[in-house]
Nanobody
């Protein structure tokens, strides 16, 4: 069984920054991709950013403001979020795709006030 523990969400004013972390533990066999998705009220879950080996992918709405990184030794993925906007308000979910499993975190709330 794989466990994902997210942290770092909270309330911040527009223009501020937050850093999300997601640590994976348990029976993980060869992580391929780590990433972050988000879901705002009344909307579908959407991709924010993913990282595979050294390659990153970002949603157009966060390019230039968010940075995804990972620590392979710790099985941890990070999302540095700068210049936050009210439209970034959502529940952020960590996702870890391994060879034998696709795993989701419980979500962490990010609220950006105007």
């Amino acid at each position: 069984q794989v466990r994902l523990v997210e942290s770092g969400g909270g309330l911040v004013q527009a223009g501020g920054s937050l850093r999300l972390s997601c640590a994976a533990s348990g029976n993980i066999f060869r992580i391929v991709t780590m990433g972050w998705y988000r879901q705002a009220p009344g909307k579908q879950r959407e991709l924010v950013a993913t990282i595979t080996s050294g390659s990153t992918n970002y949603a157009d709405t966060v390019k230039g403001r968010f940075t995804i990184s990972r620590d392979n030794a710790k099985n941890t993925v990070y999302l540095q979020m700068n210049s936050l906007k009210p439209e970034d308000t959502a529940v952020y979910y960590c996702n870890v795709k391994a060879l034998l499993s696709d795993n989701w975190g419980q979500g962490t709330q990010v609220t950006v006030s105007s």
